[in-house]
Nanobody
Framework: VQPVESGGGLVQAGGSLRLSCTGS????????MGWYRRPPGAAGRDLVA????????YYKETVKGRFTISRDNAKRTLYLQMNNVEPDDTAMYYC??????????????WGPGTMVTVSS
């Protein structure tokens, strides 16, 4: 079953958004989940942030200090708090749990995504 992302929208640079991703119990049984994004016109998705069940966290260098990833397994929900957003954050955002985090092609259950548009 595909996850479902929500919370995107149009925001001014410097503003905030909170993205959510809900999914099946089997999805949240994966140890590590991540948020990925695909900017307009881009061919692939990039890893933005990831979190393990043990609390280990990874952030893409350009979002460090601005984005916060968290998860609530009881609610089967993954979050991405986006603060001080920048125009380069404009993208479709997805959640996933690829076998290889750095290789989105190892995941085949992509949800519809949620669009974030940052105006300057």
């Amino acid at each position: 079953v595909q996850p479902v992302e929500s919370g995107g929208g149009l925001v001014q640079a410097g503003g905030s958004l909170r993205l959510s991703c809900t999914g099946s119990e089997s999805l949240f049984n994966f140890n590590t989940m991540g948020w990925y994004r695909r900017p307009p016109g881009a061919a692939g998705r990039d890893l933005v942030a990831a979190i393990s069940n043990g609390g280990a966290i990874y952030y893409k260098e350009t979002v460090k200090g601005r984005f916060t990833i968290s998860r609530d397994n009881a609610k089967r929900t993954l979050y991405l708090q986006m603060n001080n957003v920048e125009p380069d954050d404009t993208a479709m955002y997805y959640c996933a749990a690829p076998r290889v985090l750095a290789d989105p092609s190892t995941w085949d259950s992509w949800g519809p995504g949620t669009m974030v548009t940052v105006s300057s």
